[in-house]
């Protein structure tokens, strides 16, 4: 596919192919990093927050559906948790000001099933929450979201990194998709 439309990257299935042939090669990164010491499903690999302020590039960041989150200013919606602000992320306009964070990361279910399942949540509408971690990250600012495949480019951003985290045998390995927010 050559000199793909917004519509049509969106739709691809392949991103990595298409952000090779339209910007280069992306870097990728390897993590071996071990499973999380805790019983509570929703939280990172053990010692992946450490390598936060090099992989966004600051120590002002935010982080959506963070509430096992050590570092950061974290934002979930389950009050078992110690957020900085119980809210959903999905609409945030009376809680936090436009660009506000040089820096954003989110980890949010990886699936309808694991927000019932696991969460006891709505599964959060992509479209949504993704607008507003944009929204509230400076231009040029990184932002990171985990999950278990490469993420498709968010809007006014460009794919900056892609983080492969290994874990245990017999896990999936978990993908970080960092973008940088170009408006």
């Given amino acids: 596919m050559k000199n793909p439309t917004p519509n ?11 952000v090779n042939q339209l910007h280069g090669k992306v ?12 019983n509570y499903s929703g939280c990172y690999p ?16 935010v982080h959506f559906f963070g509430g096992k989150a050590e ?3 974290k934002i979930d919606f389950n009050r078992e ?5 119980y809210h959903n992320v999905q609409d945030l306009t009376n809680e936090i ?7 954003g990361m989110a980890d949010p279910p990886y699936t309808k099933e694991f927000a019932e399942n696991l969460y006891n949540c709505d599964y959060p509408k992509w479209s949504l929450w993704t607008k507003e971690l944009v929204r509230v990250v400076k ?28 874990l245990r045998i017999k896990q999936y390995p978990k993908i970080v998709t960092i973008q940088r927010k170009v408006k």
Avoid: S, W
């Avoid at 049509?8 to 298409?18: A, M, S």
């Avoid at 870097?27 to 805790?38: F, K, N, S």
């Avoid at 000001?97 to 820096?103: A, K, P, S, T």
């Fill in 46 to 61: 053990k010692y992946f927050e450490k390598h936060l302020p090099r992989l966004l590039e600051t120590e002002n960041y």
């Fill in 27 to 38: 870097p990728i990164e390897v993590m071996y990093l071990p499973r999380p010491a805790t």
């Fill in 71 to 73: 570092t950061g200013y």
């Fill in 139 to 166: 231009p040029n600012g990184l932002i990171g979201i985990m999950q278990n495949y490469i993420v498709p480019r968010l809007p006014n951003c460009e794919y900056e990194k892609i983080v492969i985290i290994l």
């Fill in 81 to 85: 948790l110690k957020a900085d602000l």
């Fill in 8 to 18: 049509q990257l969106e739709q691809h299935q392949d991103v990595e192919l298409i």
């Fill in 97 to 103: 000001q436009d660009n506000l964070f040089e820096g």
